[in-house]
């Protein structure tokens, strides 16, 4: 193992040795608690501390016997593709009485469990704190009454807890998405664009009610993500005369050749004072007031369902491993903390200060003081209404500002699932600021030879949910077709560029920026949106695309997996995209279990290969015989997929056999997920602002023209740590590798050891970002917008 850096924190320094973690999932069941429950037994055993199941919540804490039990690594193998929770979850009565937590202490201290991982909603992270700040006093108490020794209170004085938020409705302050939630969404959409196909043919409007009975998140997102007429939500209740405001939105779009209205319902949706918007009542408002054929479907427990996307897989991974450093690092001062998302980052917040703000927005919502209660939710929350708003009404032309700017949109690069959804919203609040927008078919090709078109708010209606790209899109860089672009630019006044792409895009918008020199033209504002499966451009964090293929390469390894555990004994070798970048191989890897994802930024050699497969023949002496292992397209030119498969093979022999798989372009097919739909459709109407901003200041009145030439008014904005940022293309040249298309950094690598740690590799984990107390941010309107959907 390499040498450590002085500077860096590293979790061997920090360990289990004699801790007991129990683990335990309470109040309602969410997608992706099983993964964290994983990966907390998984790394508790790797800190060599025990680590206990409570079956059956806090219940089973009380009852304890047989529902307190000592695990091994082997007991969590094939459940991090299951949905719900295998150790099950209760509500407890009697936990809620000092009677019930007095058992509860007494059978913990019969285990020498003072460490606590609590997964749930916050009603269960509430009781865990009051459990922990009464612990020596139950302690106490169980030892006058002679149930344990003196010396027990002694060496047991402290319970340390660390929660996580299991929770599909997302309505926990503090973090930006709790576990269950994306899976949650993949439910609803897949029922809506299913419901769309069925509407469309028969000219329906349909009413979805979906879960969310003090939280409109999955309401408000899934409204986002399939481009619904007309949502309510708890938070944001519609004004006085809503019901004729709605109808004539209808009666609207009815009227633009639209063959289906689609209207989202949160369980707990309000009017302004206080009473409740049911499914019911939508639909009978519409069936009177306009007659059209009009249907509910109430989604019910189907949202709770399924199996886990591969963000909530990921996500729980992240948050259970960091739940154990937490476990491990407490000290008796540290407060009772949850481990949360912020952005792109991993973070620990204090549980109280959490569950205080969780309980300010429903006391806001009782007092009718809705503004408040959108803005403590947070800004994820507000940024998702802002969004929606500006892209589900169109004004009418006479309140429309107007600017006379042409803006023109193209696609470049090869297709990523959401491109579709960040053109919707790029030509909506385009015309929303007031500008003509332009779109332009196959990209910067189609440009030279003059396929532009001017494209109207009703051109991109029902684009969300289509996969590919709609306008055409091609890899040709613009230098060879300079002249001939400079003169479309000028033929139809084009005063802005939007570019979504992949690192081609990149490339296109520094070709452009440098032909400023020569061509005028060109010196107009141009930002870049990152879409591409391969998630590897400079910048950027996430790109539209990559999430969706995450999910196709999640789905096919379950698949494959669950043929190897009926066959037993064989290993798969799974060949993923992304060019030399390996985010999709090592983020698939922690996805979906596998043993090794070998990717270009790690190099390895033979005797890391043959490393790898000794340690799948010890695996296959356990009970768990079967293999998964990735690779990237272009992690190595020599060990290629046939060459490692040749190679498992012949040193597999006698022992396990071998399968391969390319996946291929399926990677880039299919209906975008609703995390590229989300992300695609924020990140465009921000950049369409920024555009909008950029025109005014750079707008010449004496010439009456655009005039841009400056590094910033070329930008790419990209998603970094926890901040949507506009960075100039040219800055961002000495963070590229130019030669093998890839960021020179990329955070994802810092996951790489976590999968490693989770498939028994023995390996060092950098946590410097890990172990600092944060405290809940109470943000004010104007903050930089983190991007969680």
């Known amino acids: 193992m390499a040498e450590q850096p002085a500077d860096k924190k ?13 683990v335990l999932t309470s109040g309602g069941d969410a997608q992706g608690m099983n993964a964290a429950v994983r990966a907390v037994v998984r790394m508790g055993i790797y800190v060599e501390a025990k680590v206990y199941f409570i079956y059956e919540g806090y219940q089973g804490m009380v009852d304890g016997g047989d529902n307190i039990v000592e695990v091994s690594w082997e007991s969590v193998s094939s459940i991090l593709q299951v949905g719900g929770t295998v150790i099950g979850s209760a509500r407890c009565k009697e936990f809620r009485t000092r009677e019930g937590r007095l058992k509860a202490a007494c059978n913990l201290i019969q285990r020498g469990i003072t460490n606590l991982c609590v997964i749930g909603g916050d009603g269960s992270l509430t009781g865990a704190n009051l459990f922990r700040e009464e612990w020596s006093g139950l302690l106490e108490e169980l030892a006058q009454s ?10 047991y004085v402290y319970l340390n807890i660390v929660g996580m938020v299991g929770s599909i409705d997302n309505d926990f302050c503090g973090t930006d ?11 609803i959409i897949e029922v809506v664009d299913a419901i769309m196909t069925t509407a469309q043919s028969h000219q329906r409007t349909f009413v979805l009610e979906v879960m969310g009975r003090h939280c409109g998140y999955l309401a408000l997102v899934s409204a986002l993500a399939c481009g619904a007429d007309w949502v309510f939500i708890p938070e944001y209740p519609p004004e006085e005369g809503w019901e004729d405001q709605m109808c004539v939105k209808l009666s609207e779009n009815r009227a633009r050749k639209k063959r289906l209205n689609i209207i989202i319902v949160a369980e707990g949706a309000i009017d302004s004072h206080n009473k409740p918007i049911t499914s019911e009542k939508v639909k009978d408002l519409v069936v009177q007031q306009l007659g059209f054929d009009t249907r509910v479907t109430i989604l019910g427990h189907v949202q709770r369902g399924g199996t886990p996307s591969a963000f909530d897989r990921i996500l729980a991974s992240r948050m259970g491993v960091e739940a154990v450093l937490a476990l491990l690092e407490a000290t008796p001062d540290t407060p009772a903390c949850v481990v949360s998302l912020s952005g792109n980052q991993a973070v620990r917040l204090p549980l109280m200060e959490c569950v ?3 309980q300010e927005v429903q006391k806001a919502m009782d007092e009718r003081k809705f503004c408040e209660a959108v803005r403590l939710r947070g800004r994820s929350f507000e940024n998702n209404l802002n969004t929606y708003k500006l892209l589900s009404h169109r004004k009418p032309d006479t309140e429309l500002p107007k600017t006379n700017f042409n803006v023109a949109v193209l696609n470049v690069g090869a297709p990523a699932a959401g491109m579709n959804a960040a053109v919707r919203s790029a030509i909506r609040v385009g015309i929303t600021e007031g500008h003509n927008m332009f779109a332009v078919i196959d990209g910067f090709e189609g440009f ?13 209606g029902g684009w969300t949910g289509q996969g590919g790209s709609l306008l055409g899109t091609k890899r040709t860089l613009p230098a060879k077709y300079l002249e001939k672009i400079a003169d479309q630019m000028r033929i139809n006044n084009i005063n802005a560029l939007m570019v979504i792409g992949g690192f081609e895009a990149y490339l296109g918008l520094l070709e ?3 032909a400023r020199e020569k061509y005028d033209e060109f010196c107009v504002p141009m930002v870049m949106v990152p879409a591409t499966v391969s998630n590897n451009v400079p910048g950027s964090d996430f790109s539209i695309g990559a999430d969706t293929a995450l999910n196709t390469i999640t789905d096919t390894c379950d698949r494959i997996k669950q043929s190897a555990s009926g066959t037993k004994r064989r290993v798969f070798i799974i060949e993923t995209m992304g060019g030399y970048c390996g985010y999709l191989a090592n983020m698939g890897g922690l996805a979906a279990g596998a043993d090794a994802a070998y990717i270009f930024e790690e190099k390895f050699d033979i005797r890391e290969l043959q490393a790898n497969v000794e340690h799948l023949t010890e695996k296959m002496k356990t009970s768990i015989q079967r293999g998964l292992v990735l690779r990237n397209e272009n992690s190595n030119e020599n060990y290629t997929t046939d060459f490692i498969y040749q190679l498992y093979s012949e040193e597999g022999k006698g022992v396990f056999d071998c399968r391969k798989n390319v996946l291929g372009h399926m990677q880039q097919g299919g209906a975008p997920s609703p995390f590229d739909r989300n992300f695609g459709t924020k990140i465009s109407a921000k950049a369409v602002q920024w555009i909008s901003k950029k025109l005014r200041e750079t707008y010449r009145r004496d010439e009456g023209k655009v005039f841009a030439n400056t590094e910033d008014s070329v930008c790419l904005l990209g998603m970094r740590r926890r901040n949507l940022l506009f960075q100039p293309v040219v800055e961002l040249k000495d963070q590229a590798d130019f030669v093998h298309r890839i960021p020179k950094e990329q955070w994802w690598l810092k996951l790489r050891p976590l999968m490693k740690i989770l498939a028994k590799y023995k390996t060092s984990y950098d946590v410097s970002d890990s172990g600092q107390l944060e405290h809940v941010a109470r943000h004010s309107p104007k903050e930089a917008e983190t991007v969680a959907i």
């Open 448 to 460: 030279a030879n003059g396929q532009i078109k001017e494209i109207s708010w009703g051109d991109v």
């Open 10 to 22: 590293f979790f061997e320094n920090l360990s289990g040795a004699g801790k007991a973690i129990g």
């Open 146 to 155: 002679g149930k344990i020794e003196e010396e027990a209170v002694k060496k």
């Open 177 to 187: 998405m709790t576990i269950g939630t994306d899976s949650a969404l993949h439910r």
């Open 356 to 358: 205080q703000m969780t």
């Open 512 to 514: 452009l920026s440098a």
